[in-house]
């Protein structure tokens, strides 16, 4: 049976004017893709390529939105331009998502800092070094990025950490970084750096108020887990 294309659907099924009739929030994650990327390929539909590919994995659109351009060219019909639209829809989506939380938030507890961390670091494939920066009432200054490591490791300077903390004026500071890997738990080298921030932080009556490993879905906090 032949196939039928997007042109040939009945015009309430197709994924433009469907939501012109009912609104976005009536199409699936594939029909929404499928409007970015325009087209499918000669075997079918854009909707329909678009479904395999959510597909691939997991139908989770955080992990689609972890893939590079070489990710989406193993697919009949993906070009450089269809993978950087859909690439670039995804950015858009966290960075949304990062304005929802107010600039001046107040931390009361690391799954605060967890929430504003996570959409900065979640779809990484290398290690990220940051500093939250907070004022005497816990509320943020600023956030820093310290260093940018390879997959394997982060190398962040003690000193750099704290002449941010000096520049910035704040008394209190919290440590984050992700771990590409999945795993939360801390390394050896990890809990050797929180005390070595701790200590040198002290002697500026800076304080350290968590360390926080960020991966996608989960977090460990260096306070909570009493390490701090």
């Known amino acids: 049976m032949e196939k039928l ?3 040939q659907w009945a015009e309430e099924d197709r994924p433009r004017e469907k939501m012109m009739l009912k609104g976005a929030e009536a199409l699936s994650d594939a029909e929404l893709l499928a409007i970015l990327i325009g087209s499918g390929n000669t075997e079918e539909s854009a909707v329909s390529l678009m479904q395999r590919v959510l597909s691939t994995c997991g139908n989770d659109l955080n992990q689609l939105g972890k893939w590079e ?3 989406f060219s193993s697919f009949k019909g993906f070009g450089p331009a269809k993978s950087i639209t859909i690439m670039a829809a995804l950015e858009l989506g966290k960075r ?4 929802e939380r107010p600039e001046r938030a107040t931390i009361h507890s690391s799954k605060d800092i967890y929430e504003i961390f996570h959409p900065l670091l979640c779809d990484l494939t290398h290690e990220e070094f940051w500093v ?3 004022n005497q009432a816990s509320r943020v200054i600023d ?3 310290i260093s940018r490591g390879g997959i394997d490791q982060t190398t962040a300077d003690v000193r750099s950490i704290l002449r941010e903390a000096l520049i910035q004026r704040a008394t209190q500071i919290a440590l984050i970084h992700n771990h590409p890997s999945g795993s939360p738990r801390p390394s ?3 809990q050797r750096l929180t005390q070595l921030v701790q200590k040198g932080a002290q002697t500026m009556n800076i304080r350290l108020i968590d360390h926080v490993i960020v991966t996608d879905g989960k977090y460990y906090s260096f306070n909570d887990e009493g390490m701090i």
């Open 69 to 71: 351009v070489q990710d």
């Open 188 to 190: 050896t080298d990890d």
């Open 5 to 7: 294309t997007i042109n």
């Open 96 to 99: 949304r998502k990062l304005q």
């Open 143 to 145: 956030k820093s990025r």
């Open 132 to 134: 939250l920066l907070l």
